[in-house]
């Protein structure tokens, strides 16, 4: 299988085989090539038959003399893949195969190879052979699968350390929970919950995006890992906003990892289709 453009796509195929006649053939004597899709892909295309020829082709250019031996050299061209709009994958060539047949008639007893067939017999199959498409790995040369192979572990390398550095951060970063609570004279205020990790860090900024604001800015600052901390915040904003989520932002620094930045939405306790109407 030949891939030009480094798709992973078979854009050529090339047989290679060689051929000994068992007895002398005439010389209408032709060697079939056909790809053949055994089974088709799974698609939204509702029910497609299996072995499904897709492309044919043959050739005359082999010793019609019984013990002769030719090695055959056969392409199917980009110019036949294309043209026949065969896309195959080369992770699941298997699902093609190719079939090799002779056609034609075997020379009458007696007769040299290559003489004409008698007239009025039909031609019949004489040797039929079929071949699932390799995968890209088989026949693949050795230093090319060895390319392949280093590439592909470099490639789960590197997920696994996006998985280790993710799995890290979710340790040493701090976890900040919430909710927002009103009494019966809707006076709101926000209850935070801090769980430091692993690190030590700094709360820098907390900030209240419009429409509620903040009574009076916290006095939490330096933060040790692995300590819990609670806090009230007293809340406000206009009665006709009572509804609408409040949107904290906290802005830190943690020790390794930088600074870090979390947007943290608290659900109103006041949902009424009242205050949604005034909206």
């Given at each position: 299988?030949?891939?030009?453009?480094?798709?992973?796509?078979?854009?050529?195929?090339?047989?290679?085989?060689?051929?000994?006649?068992?007895?002398?053939?005439?010389?209408?004597?032709?060697?079939?090539f056909v790809i053949v899709e055994w089974?088709?892909?799974?698609?939204?295309?509702?029910?497609?038959?299996?072995?499904?020829?897709?492309?044919?082709?043959?050739?005359?250019?082999?010793?019609?003399?019984?013990?002769?031996?030719?090695?055959?050299?056969?392409?199917?061209?980009?110019?036949?893949?294309?043209?026949?709009?065969?896309?195959?994958?080369?992770?699941?060539?298997?699902?093609?195969?190719?079939?090799?047949?002779?056609?034609?008639?075997?020379?009458?007893?007696?007769?040299?190879?290559?003489?004409?067939?008698?007239?009025?017999?039909?031609?019949?199959?004489?040797?039929?052979?079929?071949?699932?498409?390799?995968?890209?790995?088989?026949?693949?040369?050795?230093?090319?699968?060895?390319?392949?192979?280093?590439?592909?572990?470099?490639?789960?390398?590197?997920?696994?350390?996006?998985?280790?550095?993710?799995?890290?951060?979710?340790?040493?970063?701090?976890?900040?929970?919430?909710?927002?609570?009103?009494?019966?004279?809707?006076?709101?205020?926000?209850?935070?919950?801090?769980?430091?990790?692993?690190?030590?860090?700094?709360?820098?900024?907390?900030?209240?995006?419009?429409?509620?604001?903040?009574?009076?800015?916290?006095?939490?600052?330096?933060?040790?890992?692995?300590?819990?901390?609670?806090?009230?915040?007293?809340?406000?904003?206009?009665?006709?906003?009572?509804?609408?989520?409040?949107?904290?932002?906290?802005?830190?620094?943690?020790?390794?990892?930088?600074?870090?930045?979390?947007?943290?939405?608290?659900?109103?306790?006041?949902?009424?289709?009242?205050?949604?109407?005034?909206?």
């Amino acid at each position: 299988l030949i891939d030009l453009n480094g798709d992973d796509m078979v854009d050529e195929i090339d047989l290679s085989s060689d051929f000994t006649p068992r007895v002398n053939l005439s010389s209408d004597v032709i060697l079939n090539f056909v790809i053949v899709e055994w089974y088709p892909e799974i698609r939204n295309e509702g029910p497609r038959p299996p072995h499904t020829v897709k492309e044919w082709t043959a050739t005359a250019a082999f010793s019609k003399e019984a013990g002769n031996t030719t090695s055959i050299q056969h392409t199917f061209s980009a110019e036949h893949i294309s043209s026949a709009e065969i896309e195959i994958d080369a992770d699941d060539a298997q699902r093609f195969g190719i079939i090799a047949f002779l056609s034609g008639h075997a020379a009458p007893e007696g007769a040299v190879a290559g003489s004409n067939p008698e007239p009025g017999i039909p031609a019949v199959v004489l040797g039929l052979t079929e071949a699932d498409l390799p995968t890209m790995w088989e026949g693949t040369p050795s230093s090319e699968a060895i390319s392949r192979l280093g590439f592909l572990i470099f490639a789960l390398l590197c997920i696994g350390i996006i998985i280790i550095t993710e799995r890290q951060r979710e340790y040493a970063l701090p976890r900040i929970t919430g909710r927002l609570l009103a009494d019966e004279e809707d006076n709101f205020k926000a209850i935070l919950e801090f769980t430091i990790g692993k690190h030590n860090a700094t709360l820098e900024k907390v900030e209240v995006l419009s429409p509620w604001k903040m009574k009076k800015k916290p006095t939490l600052n330096h933060l040790k890992a692995g300590v819990e901390k609670s806090i009230e915040i007293g809340m406000k904003c206009d009665e006709k906003y009572h509804f609408r989520p409040a949107i904290i932002r906290f802005s830190m620094e943690v020790e390794t990892f930088g600074g870090w930045v979390m947007d943290l939405r608290l659900t109103s306790p006041i949902t009424s289709t009242d205050d949604l109407e005034e909206e």
